[in-house]
């Protein structure tokens, strides 16, 4: 995919599909990636944890963690630390990953703590979907953010309520996955096409002989090891050479960052776009009234407010045909548009027909 970032509206790659492996382009059924969850608790905060009186299910979590420990506390209304913090941990096991090895794992507040900087993770279990327990996690956390504040001023850098423990959790038992049955394996296409489809059968047929792969459908083939060693079979499916199909033309908008990305298909027809713009600006004063002498009045406050409101003057631009995709960024470009504002104008675009391309909002 090549891409266009529209804030500088940079390109970087060429229009053609570039050749990659069939590995690349399908995962193989009945070996998914396995995704664990757990809740547990996070200590050590250097007093950015949890507020215990506004998140009880934290103060309720430290007792039965001491109650399992045999320490029991008659009178609780006391214990307000502020170093513990209540989380969510996450993690994702590859496919054949067996009983013994390490994994990483994300670390989430789940509670009004402020930082996990500086905390160390309790033995948390982790379950599946099924909710049996395939690992444990514990250990110091990593986090990339921090925050701080005094005398009501406040600074924030990153994400600091969540951290990552590379490594950090063991798998316990092993997730069972098979690639093969009675010989046969099925190949899932990552992004279903019939093209791309058939054209994996064709290369595999071709490598090994007709009848050994089936496009099924516009996601999935079917190979069949017949007789093969079923490892080095499809070690050697996963690597065989390919040149997908271009891809459909697409154009990707992330509209709470402003981002928007364009494959190597999008293409631009001749059209006229007229781009303006109108900022509205509020002002408050905060005054104060005061009483004339040796009257009864009192003093108040009065908010005296200024609203102003500016139209820019409208830019009719002609966008000329563009058939490569440097020249639909070149042309984008002398809009001379803000990110937020390309976004409706490539929208317009859209429904008048003048941009070819699925939009797509994430």
């Known amino acids: 995919m090549t891409v266009c970032a ?9 229009a053609r599909a570039d050749r990659t492996t069939i590995g690349q382009l399908v995962s193989v059924a009945g070996a998914p990636t396995n995704q664990l969850y757990g809740y547990g608790l ?7 944890g949890d507020q215990t009186t506004q998140v009880p299910y934290t103060q309720q979590s430290i007792l039965n963690m001491l109650r399992n420990m045999g320490i029991s506390l008659p009178n609780v209304s ?15 096991v590859p496919a054949f990953a067996h009983a013994g090895q390490h994994v990483d794992v994300t670390v989430s507040a789940v509670g009004n703590a402020t930082a996990l900087t500086g ?7 982790l379950r599946g979907g099924n909710g049996i327990v395939y690992a444990q996690a ?3 956390l990593l986090v990339s953010g921090f925050a701080a504040s005094a005398g009501g001023t406040s600074s924030t850098v990153n994400v600091p309520t969540v951290g990552s423990l590379p490594g950090g959790a063991i798998l316990a038992n092993t997730i069972p996955a ?8 099925a190949l ?3 992004q279903p096409s019939y093209e791309t489809a058939q054209q994996i059968c064709d290369v595999i047929n071709e490598a090994y002989g007709g009848g050994v792969a089936n496009a099924v459908s516009p996601g999935e083939v079917d190979v069949n090891a017949q007789g093969r060693d079923p490892m080095r079979f499809m070690s050697n499916i996963l690597a065989l050479a390919i040149t997908p199909k271009g891809q459909a033309p697409t154009i990707i908008v992330d509209a709470q960052s402003g981002t928007i990305v364009m494959n190597a298909g999008v293409t631009l027809g001749p059209a006229v776009v007229s781009h303006g713009d109108l900022t509205v600006n509020i002002q408050t004063q905060n005054a104060v009234s005061q009483p004339g002498p040796f009257s009864n009045g009192t003093t108040v406050g009065v908010q005296n407010t200024l609203v102003s409101a500016k139209q820019g003057k409208a830019q009719v631009i002609d966008l000329p045909r563009a058939a490569t995709l440097q020249d639909v960024a070149a042309a984008l470009n002398a809009v001379g548009a803000t990110p937020q504002d390309l976004i409706a104008i490539i929208e317009a675009l859209k429904q008048a027909g003048a941009i070819n391309g699925t939009i797509k909002v994430i």
């Open 6 to 14: 529209f804030f500088t509206l940079g390109i970087s790659g060429t």
């Open 42 to 48: 996070v200590v050590g905060l250097p007093g950015t």
């Open 78 to 92: 006391t214990m307000q630390p502020n170093d513990v913090a209540s989380v969510m941990v996450t993690a994702e």
């Open 119 to 125: 905390g160390v993770l309790l033995p948390t279990p």
């Open 138 to 140: 514990q250990g110091p």
């Open 178 to 185: 098979s690639y093969t049955v009675n010989g046969s394996s």
């Open 188 to 190: 899932l296409l990552n």
